[in-house]
């Protein structure tokens, strides 16, 4: 019977990268998958392991990577390790590697950021994925589960109605949602931390300074102001949960609920997903 799909590698390789310059120090953690494509075939078909390379070396190779890159940030990272592959293994056609970024925020203590100082950013995680062949390349950044949310200048209205529904129109809902972001490169901005940032920046802004018909309407209106801002990205996709936030029943105690009082659930949830690109 033909093998039609394999690939194999190391999952949650963990490296931490710490660039110091004096009592200024800048801490970089990733947590890695690293999948290799090629004339592996006869491993599966005929128990002959002579072209693999041993996972145990795809762990080694990203830290002797990461000791020789102390400063690349996560994307020059992820080609840099990529490169290796490339580079020493023949029988690679493809690697493709993923990163979850673990985020650290720079302390004040006093009025002063720290030098050595960090509190874990607690808001999701930076996001990274790179296909890398022989010929091409497709480099993606991002961000998961980013959480944030706007108390009012949201509605749900105007759906189907049908005996199934049971959900009221509303203009005036706390919308919330737990963000995954991916954005694929074209070229290489001037500065992928910058430029990450601002495509955040836009994100959060067009959320919350316009109102929302849904999340739908959000989601595709964000997706242009993060195309319009950085030229460099051909596409951004999406997914994000409705986190609910249901308006609690006081009449049965004689209050009034003007819209202050909620349950939180995010179970089950809306599961809202697009991709908005260039035309």
Not at 12 to 34: N, Q
Not at 219 to 244: D, Q, S, T, V, W
Request: hydrophobic fraction near 40%; aromatic fraction near 8%.
């Amino acid at each position: 019977m033909p093998l039609t799909a394999s690939t194999y590698g190391k999952g949650r390789v963990r490296v931490m990268r710490l660039t110091r310059a004096g009592d200024h120090h800048t801490p970089r953690e990733l947590t890695l998958t690293v999948l290799m494509k090629g004339a592996f075939d006869a491993a599966w078909t005929a128990g002959d392991n002579r072209a693999c390379v041993a996972t145990d070396s795809v762990k080694n190779i990203v830290n002797v990577t990461a000791a020789k890159n102390l400063s690349l940030d996560k994307e020059g990272f992820v080609e840099a390790v990529a490169a290796v592959f490339l580079e020493t293994y023949p029988q690679i056609e493809e690697v493709t590697i993923e990163g979850q970024e673990t985020r650290w925020l720079r302390h004040a203590i006093g009025p002063e950021p720290h030098g050595h100082t960090f509190t874990l950013d607690g808001n999701g995680t930076g996001f990274v994925r790179l296909v890398a062949s022989r010929g091409a390349r497709v480099l993606q950044s991002g961000l998961r589960d980013f959480t944030f949310m706007k108390t009012t200048q949201s509605g749900w209205s105007d759906f189907v109605d049908d005996g199934y529904r049971t959900l009221p129109d509303t203009t005036d809902r706390i919308a919330a949602t737990a963000m995954d972001a991916t954005w694929t490169w074209t070229r290489a901005p001037a500065d992928y931390a910058t430029a990450n940032a601002e495509i955040l920046a836009r994100l959060l802004a067009v959320f919350g300074t316009t109102y929302s018909f849904g999340v739908q309407d959000s989601m595709y209106r964000m997706g242009e102001a993060a195309l319009a801002a950085i030229p460099e990205i051909a596409e951004i996709g999406f997914a994000m949960p409705n986190k609910h936030y249901i308006p609690i029943n006081l009449a049965p105690f004689g209050l009034e609920n003007a819209n202050a009082v909620f349950l939180p659930t995010d179970e089950p949830h809306g599961q809202i997903v697009a991709t908005i690109a260039r035309g």
